[in-house]
Every structure is written in structure tokens, then in C-alpha cells.
């Protein structure tokens, strides 16, 4: 009487996860791109009149404006220089941090959920210093990137969820590291809506900070990537 043998299952060679994850990758991309072409962000004058109009709910509302903003690319700029138009420095300084850390954070959760092969497509021309400063970098790769000029937000976002930065160094870079750039564009709006010494001088001491946080920042960076007995640059 012949064995009888089981037979293996079929294994479904579908690159299912790629196909999704490529699919996601379209998505994302279309949806930046209609952002970027057609969201545009009212005027500061506009701005302020709205959030006036909604009284104790304008808070709230700037909060999740920010924080929406945050996490696409569109330049977070026109909203920090109107936090310190319409709350002021004190204020709008809090309620600036509150939403763009809600942001940048949604940022790297989508950046988790898409994968590092995705991401790294959605970057485009920002992949590659993306790449280098945070590949097997933490906080203060994260804070040298946000610290430096000219590196929007948003791919330091999506790439520190993709290339396995922690959680709590990225939350805590960024919070540290995105305060006085943030404080320098409040100023400024403070500045527009009530010239004044201490404004102007807010001014002054922020992006004095920002350059000197940025070096350091820097420094510190280059040290965590020197093979120890290695001389630093």
C-alpha cells in the first residue's frame, strides 16, 4: 500500500506587503503634492481674523492648524510668525511647541507605518543628508537636523521614523531643538504687531541661540559617529 505524503501548501508568492506599501508611497506622494500645489495658507492679517473670530475655541483651533501643517510640507514659518501676532510672545510660544510637536510627531508615525524603502523614495532630493546624519544617529542627529538651515521639517520627520530613531530622542530633540527657531519667528510676529525693545531683542537672543545650538549640536553629532581613539575633525 503506497505512503500517502502530505502535500505542502501553496505558499502565495504575492509581494502583498510591497504592493501595499507601494500603493501607500502613491498616495502619500499625490496628496503632498495637491498640498503643496493648491493649500494655500491664508494671509497673517487673514489668519489672525479668523482665529479672533473664534474666541476661547482660537487656541485650540491654532493648535490643530499648527499641528496639520506640521506634518505635511508645507513651511511652518506663516504660522509661527502668527502665533506671535495674535497670542503674543508668551503665549504663542506654548501654543507654537504644543502643535508643532503634535505634527512633527504624526510625521514620524506615518514614516513608521510606511517603511524605510518608501520613505526614502518620498524624500526625493532630501534622502541622502537625511540618510547620513540619521542612519544609526539619535538625539542629536536629530537636533543638528532640525537646527540646521534650509532643512524643512518634514523629511526630518519622516526620516527619523524610518531609519529607527527612538521615540523618546526624537520627541525630546525636537522639542529642544525646534524652541528657538520657533521663538525667533514668534518674535518676529510680536515684533510686526507691537514693536518693542523686548521684542526685538527676543529676536536678536533666538537666532544667536540657534547658531550656537546649531554648532553645538553639530560637534556633538560628530563625536557619537568618531571610532573611539579615531582624532574628531
Known amino acids: 500500500m503506497p505512503e500517502l505524503t502530505e502535500t505542502a501548501p501553496r505558499r ?11 500603493v501607500l508611497l502613491v498616495l502619500v506622494l499625490l496628496t ?8 494655500r495658507l491664508p494671509s497673517l492679517d487673514e489668519l489672525q481674523a479668523r482665529i479672533a473670530e473664534l474666541g476661547l475655541w482660537g487656541p485650540f483651533a491654532f493648535i490643530a492648524l ?26 504663542g510660544t506654548v501654543l507654537s511647541m504644543i502643535g508643532v510637536v503634535i505634527g512633527c510627531f504624526g510625521g514620524y508615525g506615518i514614516a513608521r507605518g510606511l517603511g524605510r524603502e518608501t520613505v526614502m523614495r518620498l ?19 536629530v537636533c543638528t537636523l532640525r537646527l540646521m538651515p ?13 531609519l529607527g530613531v527612538t521615540s523618546r530622542d526624537y520627541l525630546v530633540a525636537t522639542a529642544l531643538s525646534a524652541l ?26 533666538s ?27
Not at 526625493?124 to 542612519?135: F, K, M, N
Not at 534650509?150 to 524610518?162: E, K, R
Open 207 to 233: 537666532w544667536l541661540l540657534v547658531i550656537v545650538l546649531t554648532l553645538l549640536a553639530y560637534r556633538r553629532w560628530r563625536a557619537t559617529r568618531t571610532p573611539q581613539g579615531a582624532p574628531a575633525e
Open 123 to 141: 524624500l526625493g532630493s532630501h534622502a541622502g543628508v537625511i540618510e547620513e546624519r540619521l542612519e544609526d544617529g539619535g538625539f542629536y542627529a
Open 66 to 91: 499648527y499641528a496639520a501643517v506640521a506634518v505635511t510640507p508645507i513651511p511652518v514659518t506663516i504660522m509661527a510668525v502668527a502665533a506671535g501676532m495674535i497670542f503674543g510672545l508668551p503665549v
Open 180 to 205: 528657538p527657531g520657533q521663538v525667533s519667528l514668534i518674535a518676529v510676529g510680536a515684533l510686526i504687531a507691537d514693536p518693542s525693545l523686548v521684542s526685538g531683542l527676543a529676536v536678536a537672543i
Open 150 to 162: 534650509g532643512i524643512p521639517y518634514w523629511p526630518v520627520n519622516y526620516g527619523s521614523g524610518a
Open 12 to 22: 502565495d508568492s504575492t509581494p502583498w506587503g510591497s504592493i501595499l506599501r507601494n
Open 32 to 39: 503632498m503634492v495637491w498640498l503643496a500645489l493648491n493649500v
